[in-house]
């Protein structure tokens, strides 16, 4: 019993240590420019409103083209 007390124990350390390790990876100087340009990434795709979709309100409405 006192081994799988040794190993739980053991195990929640290194654990504990992997975690913290990806947390400093994820918030490191050296990771900060890559992350900005993958939060920026969805904002330079093309707006898909060709191809006969049609765009709506915030309320749900289709909205009317200009012009008409």
Sequence with gaps: ME???TLSSL???ISF???LGIVAWAYGRRR???F???ANEPFALPD???NGAQSFHR???PARE???
């Design 48 to 50: 898909e409103l060709g």
């Design 3 to 5: 081994l799988y007390s």
């Design 17 to 19: 240590l992997v975690f």
């Design 59 to 61: 309320d749900g409405h």
């Design 36 to 38: 900005a340009q993958a």
């Design 66 to 68: 200009r012009g008409r």
């Design 32 to 34: 900060q420019e890559a």
């Design 11 to 13: 195990f929640t350390v």
